[in-house]
């Protein structure tokens, strides 16, 4: 018995390598692992269910410890989908992720510091060229309108040259052009069922900054911007089923300012003071009713256990620490929190 199992050991061995050896060393075997690759790769992800709000976080980085990609969410109604903030990096893990990128809808702007706006182009150019059907809209409080008129300019040039290789048939060039619409706090969205609000956050001295909150099928997801703790995000974050909030650790930012050069230890204690501390939000969750909490643009981005168990310290073991690609879905008619597939 045991001769045999070791023949059919030996036979299972020779044939994997045979079966190695024919993908990499013959054109067929290429060919073959080629076209299976790509198919893989380049089909579009599954549709979330008509009645589910699902969010995918597409940038959970913050500059401090700069480890993935930088401030950004995405809120997917079916095909359709919306992005709070833009930062650098974050169409990669649409890409990743294999959402479509015609079906942006908006990009909706919290506030304008660099790592919230710098990958705005790409989102612009990735759905302009994937075929979306209409300029992509950019929704933010005043000032909205200086931001997309300088990318807009700053990129002319590389739009005319795709419509110069591609053809105005398939770029046309006034969907290339990014479009900004002001906002003041309230209703922002209603329309097929989802409605966003903008609500006022304090990132003092950036002013003004906003958050977001959307509601869909009798769901609801907070996405909080840079803040720290106030009324009006305790208001509008009230009973919601899943809280997206900027967290900060202090004992990781004061252990990094305590060793830094005085140029740096006066910008990693400026920053103590406007981001919330993850203690605040924690206790803010449990004080208000929110379902499910989940930290994003970490500061500092924890880059190893040992970082993520101290930016985890005296926080319920139910809170969510993100990562890039991590989802959420809501289904309605229920009350499941699904992270990554999983009841969180």
């Not at 045991?2 to 067929?28: E, N, P």
């Not at 005043?142 to 300088?150: D, F, K, L, S, W």
């Not at 989802?194 to 769901?219: C, E, M, N, Q, W």
């Not at 909080?224 to 106030?230: E, N, W, Y």
């Amino acid at each position: 018995m045991k001769r045999l199992l070791l023949a059919v050991l030996a036979a299972l061995l020779a044939l994997a390598a045979a079966g190695y050896w024919f993908v990499m060393q013959t054109r067929a075997g290429q060919d073959m692992a080629l076209e299976f690759a790509t198919g893989a790769l380049t089909a579009p992800a599954a549709t979330p269910p008509a009645d589910t709000l699902r969010v995918v976080m597409c940038g959970t980085a913050s500059p401090l410890g700069a480890v993935g990609r930088r401030a950004c969410v995405a809120v997917l109604v079916g095909k359709r989908f919306y992005l709070v903030d833009a930062g650098a990096g974050s169409g990669q893990t649409l890409t990743l992720e294999r959402i479509p990128a015609q079906h942006l809808e908006a990009v909706f702007i919290t506030h304008y510091h660099s790592d919230h706006i710098d990958g705005l182009p790409n989102h612009n150019q990735r759905s302009w060229v994937a075929g979306r059907p209409a300029p992509l809209q950019v929704v933010g409080p005043p000032g909205i309108e200086e931001v997309v008129a300088g990318f807009n300019r700053a990129y002319a040039q590389d739009r005319q040259h795709r419509i110069d290789h591609h053809g105005e048939d398939l770029l046309p060039p006034a969907l290339g052009v990014m479009q900004p619409r002001v906002i003041e706090p309230g209703v922002v969205h209603d329309a097929d069922g989802l409605r966003i609000t903008a609500f006022v956050v304090d990132h003092s001295p950036v002013a003004p900054a906003f958050g977001y909150r959307f509601d869909y099928k009798g769901r609801s997801v907070v996405v909080s911007g840079d803040t720290v703790v106030t009324p009006s995000l305790e208001s509008m974050a009230a009973g919601v089923d899943l809280l997206i909030h900027d967290a900060l650790s202090e004992p990781l930012v004061s252990a990094m300012a305590a060793r830094a050069n005085p140029r740096m230890q006066k910008v990693l204690v400026d920053v103590l003071d406007y981001h919330a501390h993850t203690t605040d939000v924690a206790a803010l969750a449990e004080r208000i009713g929110v379902r499910k909490l989940a930290f994003y643009h970490l500061v500092p981005v924890p880059q190893n256990t040992l970082m993520a168990a101290i930016f985890m310290r005296d926080i319920p073991d139910s809170v969510v620490l993100t990562e890039d690609g991590m989802t959420f879905d809501l289904p309605g008619g229920s009350e499941d929190i699904l992270v990554d597939g999983q009841r969180g």
